[in-house]
């Protein structure tokens, strides 16, 4: 196994279960999103099949990281995942902003009212992740031409540069009608500079500067989490009307996904 | 007239017992003791630890605080489903809720974060210093700060709290409330029309 372990388990292991974790939650969205528009299509079902095989295989390689067969799966799974999330942001850019009335002329207006466009990229984001998870269980070392920390830290960069523009622009929406809306816009903005950073000019400096950021984003992400079901509470009936405030409510879990990838952030810098 | 058993009625059965058990109860306020008192208890320990040099002090506010990070998690879970049923109007209460609501996630992800920090600390072999005394007494204000919103929920808005009890086993389930008044100062017909109403 490479790398140090915490709490009985590898870096690897940590990350097919981080992994999983939040491709659970992003499910527990895209159901909530996918109910709201009645499941109009039957490939809305798709994130569900790929992500559900998805989280199972992650969690089994990350029990027996030395079966080979559940490696093997788990990375078919991921594959799968991933392209599963490509086609599904084909599938919101088409009918969430080019199908329409008004197509690109409206974009700002369906970026913010229409389908989320980068949530389906995010299923690919933990997908790709559960993939290096599996190389290196396996114990290869490189991916894609890099060694597998650079690559890790690359996947982190992207996913949160992605989290935070994609929460941007739905609290635009919102009008950061709240001041708490602008901090996806501090620590996690920051670690996305840090990130990428780290991965062009590694120092103990920016290491420790990065450490920090991504501490802060963890705890934004649980920050997010308590504002989100405080959002449901303002609107009319709050929780006690649950399922109707869920369904107009903010995205339950998005926030998660900020504490998700800034702890593989952690895992990579400090385990791996 | 028999009293009901959900009115203070005598239960004379093991089925009557049986149809008495509800699991309607609210179980925030069980698991919010087990988080308040682990989460105390893990400063505490660590305090006395550090200043009194004993380990095995240090090792109970570890064990503690990882006790305090699982139990939460029931915490949380049953607050969510407390706030799912509580249908408290928009006013001063709902804004006690939502605070309340909001600082639980926070307080959860201060928990996790000092948790792992610990565990880190375990691992490599480090006692606690006073930067993790001061962090772990910063998580405790968050806890306490969320323990009164909690607590004014239930004390002075008393969501979740049943406004019915049950009376005393020697009222009639029908009969009106008994007025507060002294027998002195009721007169004669007044007292004659209660007893005909009573009857």
Do not use: C
């Not at chain 1, 290196?136 to 992207?158: D, E, Q």
């Not at chain 2, 605080?65 to 489903?81: H, Q």
């Amino acid at each position: 196994m490479t790398g140090t372990s915490f709490i009985g388990l590898y870096p690897f292991q940590w990350i097919a279960l981080l992994s999983a974790l939040m491709t659970l939650l992003l499910l527990a969205d895209a159901l909530a999103g996918h109910y709201r528009s009645g499941f109009a299509f039957r490939v809305q079902y798709a994130p569900f099949i790929s992500g559900g095989l998805l989280i199972i295989a992650a969690v089994a390689a990350a029990v027996a990281p030395n079966v080979t067969w559940l490696n093997t799966t788990l990375r078919g799974a991921g594959w799968l995942a991933v392209a599963s999330g490509l086609i599904g942001f084909g599938f919101h850019h088409y009918y969430g902003i080019a199908k329409k009335p008004g197509g690109y002329k409206w974009l700002l207006h369906y970026l913010m009212y229409g389908a989320p466009q980068l949530a389906p990229l995010a299923l690919a984001m933990t997908s790709a992740l559960a993939i290096v998870a599996a190389r290196g269980l396996a114990g290869v070392a490189r991916v894609g031409g890099l060694s597998i920390r650079p690559a890790l830290l690359i996947l982190v960069t992207v996913a949160l540069a992605g989290a935070v523009l994609q929460a941007t622009i739905l609290h635009y929406r919102g009008a950061f009608n709240n001041p708490a809306m602008y901090a996806p816009l501090t620590a996690p903005l920051l670690a996305v500079v840090a990130s990428a950073w780290m991965v062009v000019a590694p120092s103990s400096l920016i290491l420790f500067a990065f450490t920090i950021l991504l501490w802060l984003t963890f705890l934004v992400g649980f920050v997010g989490l308590g504002m989100h079901l405080r959002g449901y509470d303002r609107q009319m009936g709050g929780l006690y009307v649950f399922l109707f405030n869920l369904l107009e409510g903010p995205p339950a879990w998005a926030p998660a996904l900020f504490a998700g990838f800034s702890a593989v952030g952690l895992v990579t810098v400090h385990l791996l | 007239m028999k009293r009901p058993t959900e009115r203070g009625g005598t239960v004379t059965s093991l089925r009557q017992a049986m149809s008495l058990v509800k699991m309607g109860a609210p179980m925030h306020p069980i698991f919010v003791h087990f988080t308040i008192a682990l989460t105390s208890a893990s400063l505490a320990f660590d305090a006395l630890g550090f200043f009194f040099d004993k380990q095995s002090l240090t090792a109970a506010g570890g064990w503690t605080l990882v006790g305090s990070a699982l139990m939460t998690l029931a915490t949380l879970s049953t607050g969510l489903t407390s706030s799912t049923r509580a249908p408290v109007e928009e006013g001063e209460a709902r804004s006690f809720l939502r605070a309340h609501m909001a600082l639980g996630l926070v307080f959860y992800g201060l928990l996790v974060a000092i948790t792992f920090w610990r565990i880190s600390l375990w691992q490599s072999g480090q006692s606690v210093s006073w930067v993790y005394l001061v962090a772990l007494a910063v998580v405790a204000l968050v806890m306490t700060v969320q323990g009164y919103l909690g607590g004014e929920l239930v004390y002075r808005y008393g969501v979740e709290v049943e406004q019915a009890y049950r009376e005393l086993p020697d009222r009639d389930a029908e009969s009106p409330a008994p007025q507060l008044i002294s027998s002195k100062s009721v007169s004669p017909s007044a007292r004659t029309k209660k007893q005909g109403e009573a009857s």
